[in-house]
C-alpha cells in the first residue's frame, strides 16, 4: 500500500510559478512509474506529466510542454512538479500518482495509487 500526499497548491497570478510536492509512504518509492495529472470543474481529468522509475524519463502533453518540469527524489519518497509560466487555463486540482505498470500506462491514467489533489488557481 502506497499513500501519497501532495502540498504545494495555492493561488498565483498569470506567469507567475508554484512547485507542488508529493511524498510517499512505503518503502519501495522506486519501484512505481509517478505522474501528475489535473482536473479543473467540469473537465475530465488531464495528464500533466509522468516520470520513470529512475527519473531519466520524462513526458509532457503539448499544453505544458516548455513550462512544467516534474523530478522525483528516491531518497525522500518524493516527487515534484515546477510550473512555470502559468496561465489561468492551468488552474484545477493536481494529482499525482503511482503506479507499478509501463510508463505508458501512466501516461494514459491507468495508476495504482492517486493522492487527494491540492487545488491550483491560476489569477489572470
Known amino acids: 500500500q502506497v499513500q501519497l500526499v501532495e502540498s504545494g497548491g495555492g493561488l498565483v497570478q498569470a506567469g507567475g510559478s508554484l512547485r507542488l510536492s508529493c511524498a510517499a509512504s512505503?518503502?519501495?518509492?522506486?519501484?512505481?512509474?509517478l505522474g501528475w495529472f489535473r482536473q479543473a470543474p467540469g473537465k475530465e481529468r488531464e495528464f500533466v506529466a509522468a516520470i520513470g522509475r529512475s527519473g531519466s524519463t520524462t513526458y509532457y502533453p503539448d499544453s505544458v510542454k516548455g513550462r512544467f518540469t516534474i523530478s522525483r527524489d528516491n531518497a525522500k519518497n518524493t516527487v515534484y512538479l515546477q510550473m512555470n509560466s502559468l496561465k489561468p487555463e492551468d488552474t484545477a486540482v493536481y494529482y499525482c500518482a503511482a503506479g507499478r505498470g509501463t510508463f505508458w500506462s501512466m501516461v494514459n491514467g491507468d495508476s495504482d495509487y492517486w493522492g487527494q489533489g491540492t487545488q491550483v488557481t491560476v489569477s489572470s
Open positions: 512505503g518503502r519501495t518509492f522506486s519501484d512505481y512509474v
